[in-house]
């Protein structure tokens, strides 16, 4: 910490970035509101203790950073399958259960900044019926929830098959990290 003290003290030909931070360079000022963005996990009427919340937010930042945005605030709410039905039937105005829900709150277009609803319930019976790992598929949702997020929509054959793949680039970053810690 004491390289970054150090390093913010000197301010770069005074600009002033989106976020309002004076004289840092874009890229600095974006670095820095990354590493100390929250990403905070909750619970809501089921006990569900996430595993590896240090490793799965590193990925996290690293996936926003590669997509371009700065990461603001992201709260990602486990929950079970009628708490999500509830919320889909309430603000979506969907009658049918599913995986997930993301709320994007961000101001900026390249902000991410939002809450990500996931249905334990979901997950796991869609684990079971693709055959995956329960956390495969946990962390496949939750990347979906962030490329939401960072603007990708899946409205159409086309950008599900893009939204699939990017899912697929960030997951196999994942596993790779996984596999070096072994």
């Given at each position: 910490?004491?390289?970054?003290?150090?390093?913010?003290?000197?301010?770069?030909?005074?600009?002033?970035?989106?976020?309002?931070?004076?004289?840092?360079?874009?890229?600095?000022?974006?670095?820095?509101h990354?590493?100390m963005?929250?990403?905070?996990?909750?619970?809501?009427?089921?006990?569900?203790?996430?595993?590896?919340?240090?490793?799965?937010?590193?990925?996290?930042?690293?996936?926003?950073?590669?997509?371009?945005?700065?990461l603001?605030?992201?709260?990602?709410?486990?929950?079970?399958?009628?708490?999500l039905?509830q919320?889909?039937?309430?603000?979506?105005?969907?009658?049918?259960?599913?995986?997930?829900?993301?709320?994007n709150?961000?101001?900026?277009?390249?902000?991410?900044?939002?809450?990500?609803?996931?249905?334990?319930?979901?997950?796991?019976?869609n684990?079971?019926?693709?055959?995956?790992?329960?956390?495969?598929?946990?962390?496949?949702?939750?990347?979906?929830?962030?490329?939401?997020?960072?603007?990708?929509?899946?409205?159409?054959?086309?950008?599900?098959?893009?939204?699939?793949?990017?899912?697929?680039?960030?997951?196999?970053?994942?596993?790779?990290?996984?596999?070096?810690?072994?």
């Amino acid at each position: 910490m004491l390289f970054l003290t150090a390093y913010i003290s000197k301010p770069c030909h005074g600009i002033v970035n989106l976020c309002g931070c004076p004289g840092f360079s874009p890229y600095f000022c974006g670095f820095i509101h990354s590493i100390m963005a929250a990403i905070a996990y909750f619970s809501e009427q089921i006990p569900f203790r996430f595993p590896n919340k240090r490793r799965v937010s590193a990925w996290i930042r690293s996936a926003v950073a590669s997509e371009g945005c700065v990461l603001e605030q992201l709260n990602i709410v486990f929950c079970s399958d009628e708490y999500l039905l509830q919320m889909n039937r309430e603000y979506l105005l969907h009658d049918y259960f599913t995986d997930i829900i993301t709320f994007n709150q961000s101001d900026s277009s390249q902000g991410i900044e939002g809450d990500i609803f996931i249905s334990i319930d979901r997950i796991r019976e869609n684990a079971a019926i693709y055959s995956v790992p329960f956390l495969h598929e946990l962390h496949r949702v939750i990347i979906h929830g962030v490329l939401h997020l960072a603007g990708y929509t899946d409205d159409t054959d086309e950008k599900r098959r893009e939204m699939r793949e990017k899912e697929g680039f960030y997951l196999a970053l994942l596993d790779l990290a996984v596999n070096e810690k072994l």
